[in-house]
């Protein structure tokens, strides 16, 4: 069982930045390909970036790609997600995920086995 908890959420304006935390229980944190994704009321989950379990593959959606940074520190059992000039479509819950597998980074959520319960990143006009 790996529990995910996120933070760092929470309301700024547009052309500002934010950075998200996901820390996982466990001491195989190394092992696991992790993602982010987010959903808003009404939509599907929308995959945002994934990491592989080294750090040294990044994956981003097309939307934040050169916005949004993915990294880990696997000695801290750590994701983040630094977001920087965020827009008000990046309104969301933000989840992280981890594919225990380790095969990723994927973009698809199925491949992801436990997923934490979400972090609101609310970004003003």
């Known amino acids: 069982q790996v529990q995910l908890v996120e933070s760092g959420g929470g309301l700024v304006q547009a052309g500002g930045s934010l950075r998200l935390s996901c820390a996982a229980s466990?001491?195989?944190?190394?092992?696991?390909?992790m993602g982010w994704f987010r959903q808003t009321p009404g939509k599907e989950r929308e995959f945002v970036a994934a990491?592989?379990?080294?750090?040294?593959?990044?994956y981003y959606a097309d939307s934040v790609k050169g916005r949004f940074t993915c990294s880990r520190d696997n000695a801290k059992g750590t994701v983040y997600l630094q977001m920087n000039s965020l827009e008000p479509e990046d309104t969301a819950v933000y989840y992280c995920a981890a594919d225990i597998y380790g095969s990723g980074p994927y973009s698809e959520g199925q491949q992801y086995e436990y997923w934490g319960q979400g972090t609101q990143v609310t970004v003003s006009s």
């Open positions: 466990g001491r195989t944190f190394n092992r696991y390909a």
């Open positions: 990491i592989s379990r080294s750090g040294g593959s990044t």
